[in-house]
């Protein structure tokens, strides 16, 4: 499983890349704020919205720490997705977020 650290995507981010995350926390969690534009899919509804993702497209994949997204990344790699997980999640992210 490929991953980077928060303080990586934020650099990427900063950078105008064209970056797709995803965030898997549970919808109290992200009430709390987002990275601006990451997409909101939760660890446990991932199965069911495969038709959502991409495979041609990378995904960076968030949550709290880096346990569920590590799950979520495993899990997409297995289905031939191209995903990276964040290790440190949000509660390393020090950038603006959206609510």
């Known amino acids: 499983m490929k991953q980077i650290d928060m303080k990586e995507l934020a650099e990427k981010i900063r950078n105008n890349e064209n970056v797709h995350v995803i965030d898997v926390r549970e919808d109290e969690e992200v009430a709390q704020g987002k ?8 660890l446990g509804e991932i199965p069911e919205r495969l038709d959502e993702m991409d495979k041609e497209k990378h995904y960076y994949m968030v949550c709290r720490s880096g346990g569920r997204s590590g799950k979520a990344s495993e899990f997409l790699e297995s289905k031939g997705y191209d995903v990276t997980n964040v290790d440190g999640g949000m509660l390393a992210w020090d950038g603006e977020v959206e609510k």
């Open 35 to 42: 990275i601006p534009g990451a997409k909101h899919i939760k």
